[in-house]
């Protein structure tokens, strides 16, 4: 044996030499896939991407900015059947190993082998955490060492339970949810505390393959993977084998996908433009900020019906404009109804028709007085009673329709696309003259507007934005008419010159002579088209008298109008002629109901405000808006301007809007060939504004005047917020004075004086001398009589 003890020699040195090649090459591979790698102690301060949520005046949840949906939660909200369940599936050694698991690896490829296909994964929840968190998904032998070494290296600085927080608040579950509580909220519209056994199980199954397991996409894809979560938990002891068969036998009650939270389209845009500009777009949706607005949902809401109904109700008086579309049927009597509804004509069998629904339905029968509609799984009828404001085309008036059809045949064809408007369901018909019998639903014939229109309601007093509309349908428009729109307001505008006037030193009762003007080429003329002598201030703004109104411009000065516009808050460039009498310089609708704001709130100006407070993920207060306001005007000069806009509302162009039954004061606007139309109203503690027109400039048809489109809107929507609130009267200020007046020479009545009448005025403008007593044949003064006459 001796001669055997060189070569045992020579072997344990080589041995040592390989080691220590081995040893030599080992640190170099580390140093070589270490290189560069992200300090893992970064995850101390882990701040994942997090929701921007936005809320009401009332804390209601109204809108969220997300790139990634993720709530984070703490380990201690997370059920344990939910924290079992994704070790169970992705790391049942979770506890036992340091990052890396040789023998999971090993379990993994057998279960995969077995299933067929890959159920589970090789990789620890710790290297799915390192390669989530600091590397790219690109499938490398070199990615996956680096993954490995800092799965080693997350180990040694983290605790399990804090490594288990972080995967459950990291990870992707699908349909843009991140994390467990995303997740828990997204398919079954709960907090993740509450998730009972199968959804924990159901959840922690996804993230292997979130589109192929989801239950919206593949129900059944998704109960064979709830029952291998679940087999897992058992296999690991987790749950027994009844509490998996009781697991498997619970109904699950998915929640109905939803699209991104936003209950107030127009205003949460207006919002997420202001929060853009200040903190940028990766504050906005990843910083995870709480942004408390100003809006009130109930007011929004009745804001958005208002202008949706009303716009639909002008929209008919401008004529129909034909179906949709129509289907090409090669087959006689066969309609691809699957493609109507992959198309989008048709919705869901499981959508459920409710009482005024809009819907897109085909016509499948014509009858004389009559049209039978499929809405896809059901029938309607739209009787001819239904259509009444369609009128037959007219080929000599270039478009418009004219003339009652006769018959629904005269404007529909057989298989038209076409709106219609659920009146009734279940409606049963007996046979009649049609041949029909059975079950069918009532409709009325419906068209999308092409006019638009905007609302915008603000709280005079703090100028908080309590309801903003800026369209018909922001899915399809997202230009914001109510702030972006400038429109020539028409004679919303006059109020501004008569309030000028009253802080010039004009009284209600001065007379303007109302006769015709020429300047240079322009020759304007009353709505009426004609001219009716002395007139009133008080008289001249109630009816909206053109020639009145620039004359006192002419009177007062132009260039003191434009200062004084923009002292109440037009911001907008307005152009220093007798034409801004008419409403000729653009505004928008935030800044003219802004200006009548001042009117309501005892001359001082509320500058418009939409966030009240702005809070990021730490709770820190970022920004906090009290009310800003200004005293702009004296309080009796408020007063004054109010108490003419009150006659407006009561005797004039306004008084579409009386029906509201308590005091309002406010103007209609209507500009050159009814290309716009406005109302701009309020109460002592709400200014609302609307304006109605098309985007293109072009007219909405004849009479189309802000009393006749513009009003209806502004009423039902002041009808529905102020239902049941206490009715206030206009605040007089002590330095009110209200004299009885003789309409015919504006000097104080006497006893004797016919069709006597109060009138307000600043104290020490009222007139001194008496009239003498005479009988009156004429009176420009439009308010009740003293004596009844």
């Known amino acids: 044996m001796q001669f055997l003890k060189p070569f045992i020699k020579i072997i344990s040195l080589l041995s040592l030499l390989v080691i220590f090649i081995s040893i030599i090459a080992g640190i170099g591979i580390y140093y070589k896939f270490s290189r560069n790698l992200p300090d893992i102690r970064s995850l101390k301060s882990y701040k994942p991407s997090l929701i921007t949520k936005v809320y009401s005046d009332t804390d209601e949840l109204i809108a969220e900015f997300y790139v990634e949906k993720r709530i984070l939660v703490s380990l201690g909200r997370i059920p344990s059947y939910l924290k079992n369940a994704t ?98 909220e997204i398919y079954f519209g709960k907090h993740v505390e509450d998730l ?134 090669e087959n006689k009597g066969r309609v691809d109804w699957n493609g109507l509804r992959d198309t989008g004509t048709f919705k869901d069998e499981d959508d459920p028709l409710n009482l005024g629904d809009i819907r897109k339905g085909v016509v499948i029968k014509l009858n004389p007085t009559n049209v039978v509609v499929s809405l896809g799984t059901k029938k309607g009828i739209i009787d001819i009673k239904d259509m009444a404001w369609v009128r037959k085309p007219d080929p000599s008036i270039d478009g418009r329709k004219a003339g009652s059809i006769n018959s629904p045949s005269d404007v529909l064809n057989l298989w038209d696309i076409i709106e219609v408007k659920i009146l009734e369901l279940n409606e049963e018909n007996d046979s009649d003259t049609s041949g029909l019998s059975g079950e069918y639903i009532r409709l009325a014939l419906e068209q999308e507007p092409l006019v638009q229109g905007a609302l915008i309601c603000i709280d005079p007093k703090t100028g908080y934005i309590k309801a903003m509309v800026g369209g018909y349908d922001f899915s399809k428009s997202q230009f914001n008419r109510a702030i972006q729109a400038i429109r020539q307001p028409g004679s919303a505008f006059k109020p501004i010159i008569y309030s000028a006037a009253i802080e010039k030193g004009y009284t209600t009762i001065d007379k303007i002579i109302d006769s015709p003007i020429i300047y240079s080429k322009w020759k304007p003329v009353n709505f009426e088209e004609r001219f009716y002598g002395p007139t009133t201030l008080r008289t001249a703004l109630i009816y909206s008298r053109n020639i009145a109104t620039i004359k006192l411009l002419e009177d007062i000065g132009v260039n003191e109008v434009v200062d004084y516009a923009k002292k109440i808050g037009i911001k907008s460039p307005i152009t220093p002629a007798l034409s801004m009498a008419l409403g000729s310089s653009s505004v928008n609708l935030l800044e003219l109901i802004s200006a009548y704001g001042i009117f309501a709130n005892r001359g001082i100006r509320a500058e418009p405000i939409g966030v009240k407070g702005i809070i990021d993920r730490e709770g820190n207060i970022l920004e906090e808006n009290k009310p800003i306001t200004e005293k702009v005007i004296s309080e009796e000069v408020a007063y004054i301007t109010t108490d003419l806009l009150q006659d407006v509302v009561n005797y004039g162009t306004g008084k579409g809007v009386r029906s509201l039954n308590r005091p309002v004061a406010g103007k209609t606007g209507t500009t050159n060939n009814f290309v716009d139309a406005w109302f701009i109203g309020y109460t002592p503690d709400i200014v609302a504004g609307v304006w109605i027109g098309m985007d293109q400039d072009i007219p909405l048809g004849k009479n189309e005047t802000g009393s006749r489109v513009a009003s209806p809107i502004w009423l039902q929507f002041m009808k529905k917020i102020l239902n049941d609130t206490p009715i206030t009267d206009f605040y007089i200020p002590p330095n009110i004075v209200f004299s009885k007046i003789d309409p015919r020479t504006g000097l104080l009545a006497t006893s004797g004086t016919k069709g006597a009448v109060f009138e307000c005025f600043i104290e020490g403008t009222e007139p001194t001398g008496y009239s003498s007593p005479q009988e009156i044949t004429t009176t420009d003064f439009f308010r009740k009589d003293l004596d009844g006459e």
Do not use: C, W
């Open 196 to 329: 009972n056994l199968p959804e924990s199980a159901l959840i922690a199954g996804l993230p292997r393959a979130p589109a192929a397991y989801s239950p919206y996409f593949a129900l059944d894809r998704t109960i064979d993977r709830l029952r291998h979560s679940l087999g897992r938990m058992v296999e690991e002891g987790y749950i027994t084998h009844e509490e998996e068969k009781n697991a498997i036998e619970t109904e699950l009650k998915f929640e109905e996908r939803r699209k991104k939270k936003n209950d107030a389209p127009y205003f949460v845009e207006y919002v997420r433009q202001y929060l853009e500009d200040k903190f940028g777009s990766t504050i906005l949706y990843h910083g995870g900020l709480k942004v408390y607005t100003t809006v009130n949902m109930e007011f929004q809401r009745a804001a958005q019906e208002a202008i949706i109904e009303g716009l639909r109700q002008a929209d008919k008086r401008y004529g129909y404009r034909g179906a949709i579309g129509n289907i090409k049927i």
């Open 87 to 184: 070790i169970a599936v992705e790391d049942a050694n979770f506890f036992k190993h340091n990052g890396l698991d040789f023998g999971g690896l090993l379990r993994a490829f057998l279960i995969n082998l077995k299933a067929g296909k890959v159920v589970e994964g090789g990789s620890t929840i710790t290297q799915q955490i390192a390669k989530t968190m600091f590397l790219t998904s690109e499938r490398t032998l070199y990615r996956k060492i680096r993954e490995a070494i800092l799965a080693y290296r997350i180990e040694k600085e983290f605790s399990k339970e804090e490594i288990l927080e972080l995967y459950l608040n990291q990870i992707y579950y699908g349909h843009g949810a991140y994390g467990v509580e995303a997740a828990a």
